[in-house]
């Protein structure tokens, strides 16, 4: 049906099997034809974690819940914006059972998608919580949708609560696998109003992810934690060194200002103008970062001559 040309994909007379087998034979450049947004965005423009987190300057953690894993690292993206404006294999819909449409990420993917989309999803049958769905994505930039119905959360989160998050991260991503999918989105499953604590929510999601990228490394291109709200990003920025940690030095790097306390500092350390000798700073600074620090001291006198703010520039090259 693709070789017999363009097809109106709005057209009340199309069915969604129809369509679904045209888009099927369409490659990205002729399915860009039928996005329903023009603003849409590609995977390579979409950065790594290890790149998300040296832009912001994330710190890591001295101990983190996994190993460094550099592969890993490479496969895991944290964007903020519309879903449903990226072109990845498959995007994740955290839908309610009946998969029918309904408010937040569901509504929006399913206004994005068009009409069609609800008349594939109403040959399914519904979904029971914590498992998943797929189906096109009709008129939105990513190929598929991978519907999944997370947990509602009322009162005290529950274990069983907890596994059935789980579950649907896990059973998205097995879904996404048989289809032979290589890049997915998710957004913040449950976290709305099903009421999913989302510090709690992100931790599962996090432990889920590195988990199954761990047991099937070679099926993933990139999985994305897409989310909408400023707060949620602090949240993943927080957690993700913990699940995703970075080498905590790169062997060359651009300068970077750090401010160190140093306190009750005994007075024979300190010149005549009451600052401490730039060896001293020197190897106290080096004994805790591990590092070769290059440093340039500025400031006046204490006043005190027990503590002092000092600025210092280091540049990190790696010891290992």
């Known amino acids: ?48 974690w290890k790149d998300t987190a040296k832009k912001a300057n994330i710190k890591q953690p001295e101990e983190g819940k996994y190993a460094k894993n550099k592969a890993l690292n490479e496969k895991v993206s944290l964007f903020r914006g519309d879903i449903t404006k990226l072109e990845v294999d498959a995007i994740i819909n955290t839908a309610n059972s009946s998969l029918l449409g309904g408010g937040g990420v569901d509504g929006c993917i399913h206004r994005a998608a068009g009409p069609l989309l609800k008349l ?138 750090l401010r160190w306390k140093l306190f009750t500092l005994k007075p024979s350390f300190f010149c005549s103008s009451y600052l401490p000798s730039l060896s001293l700073v020197k190897s106290i600074l080096t004994k805790n970062l591990h590092s070769m620090i290059i440093l340039s001291q500025r400031g006046g006198r204490n006043g005190t001559g027990n503590t002092l703010n000092i600025s210092v520039s280091a540049e990190f090259k790696s010891t290992h």
């Open 1 to 48: 049906m693709a070789s017999s040309g363009k097809i109106d994909l709005n057209s009340p007379t199309i069915t969604w099997k129809e369509a679904k087998s045209y888009l099927k034979g369409l490659n990205n450049k002729q399915k860009r034809d039928h996005y329903s947004v023009k603003d849409f965005i590609k995977l390579k423009q979409i950065p790594v």
């Open 120 to 257: 594939e999803c109403s040959s399914l049958g519904g979904c029971q919580t914590g498992l998943a769905k797929m189906t096109c994505g009709y008129l939105l930039p990513a190929k598929y949708v991978i519907h999944t119905v997370g947990p509602v959360v009322q009162g005290d989160l529950g274990s069983a609560q907890e596994e059935e998050l789980r579950n649907c991260y896990r059973n998205s991503m097995l879904t996404a696998v048989e289809g032979k999918l290589r890049s997915v989105a998710f957004p913040c499953i449950s976290t709305g109003v099903f009421g999913y604590p989302p510090k709690a929510a992100a931790d599962m999601a996090l432990r889920t992810i590195r988990e199954f990228l761990e047991e099937n490394k070679d099926k993933f291109d990139r999985v994305i934690i897409c989310v909408f709200l400023e707060k949620d990003e602090e949240i993943y920025l927080q957690k993700l060194p913990e699940y995703f940690p970075l080498d905590s030095t790169y062997p060359t790097c651009k300068l970077q200002e």
